[in-house]
């Protein structure tokens, strides 16, 4: 499943002022593969995501993005080389309707963006409320839209942060499993950032444990899930 390498992390350290909020974390992901970043709030896993999408700044280390270092380079340009991030919270603007939320997520893509019809394939609700505010959306609606605006600038790599915070378990777990879906059929490189351990590792190809800043585990998902002290150590379950 892993052919290669997509997305590269080599020894990469984000700092805010005196604190180290990632210490020199390194991992991979490839093609049609899940990497799921795990780990207790404050362990950094937000952070890592916001450097490797140039929303913060690296201190040090490296990103590679299909072999090209990214750090330093604008955050339109990454996406435009293929990179997309769904941030935590879902983001969706609530003044606009589903489709024009959609359009925003092609706008750095120009005439190589998906067209939205591509993408209400994917999520058959979203194209019965095409036409209606983002605001009035349930929860897994509003997670389906923030997905698939990231969809529309057709990246290779795609980073997801808390897909399944404030959700409810079947809307959560439906989530996952499309997630997995998508790294199948488009052969994404997904790098999952999940509180929800269990239903992380449950669709990862590998999984990486943070605690302040620094990995702690890396294996592959079904080797951190049946790890007993891992999991009452930084799991949760």
Do not use: C
Not at 11 to 25: C, E, N
Not at 97 to 113: F, I, K, M, V
């Amino acid at each position: 499943m892993r052919e290669r390498a997509l997305l590269e992390i080599e020894s990469l350290t984000t700092d805010y002022g005196p604190v180290r909020a990632v210490d020199d974390v390194t991992l991979s992901v490839g093609t049609g593969s899940i990497t799921a970043v795990l780990g207790a709030n404050g362990a950094g896993k937000t952070t890592l995501l916001r450097t490797i999408s140039g929303l913060e700044r690296a201190t040090a280390g490296r990103v590679l993005l299909e072999g090209e270092d990214i750090l330093g380079v604008s955050v339109e340009d990454i996406v435009r080389r293929g990179l997309a991030h769904v941030p935590e919270g879902r983001g969706v603007i609530a003044e606009l309707s589903t489709e024009e939320n959609l359009r925003l997520g092609g706008l750095w893509r120009g005439g190589d963006a998906a067209p939205p019809g591509e993408i209400y394939e994917l999520f058959p609700l979203l194209r019965e409320r095409r036409n209606e505010l983002a605001a009035s959306l349930s929860g897994g609606e509003r997670q389906m839209l923030s997905i698939g605006r990231a969809l529309m600038a057709r990246p290779r790599v795609l980073l997801l942060d808390e897909p399944s915070l404030g959700l409810a378990p079947t809307v959560s777990a439906q989530i996952m499993r499309l997630v997995h879906r998508l790294a199948l059929e488009r052969d994404l490189a997904v790098l999952l950032v999940e509180q929800n351990a269990r239903g992380a590792l449950s669709v990862a190809d590998r999984g990486v444990v943070l605690s302040v800043g620094r990995v702690v585990a890396a294996a592959a998902a079904r080797e951190l899930a049946a790890d007993e002290g891992l999991r009452s150590a930084y799991l949760g379950f």
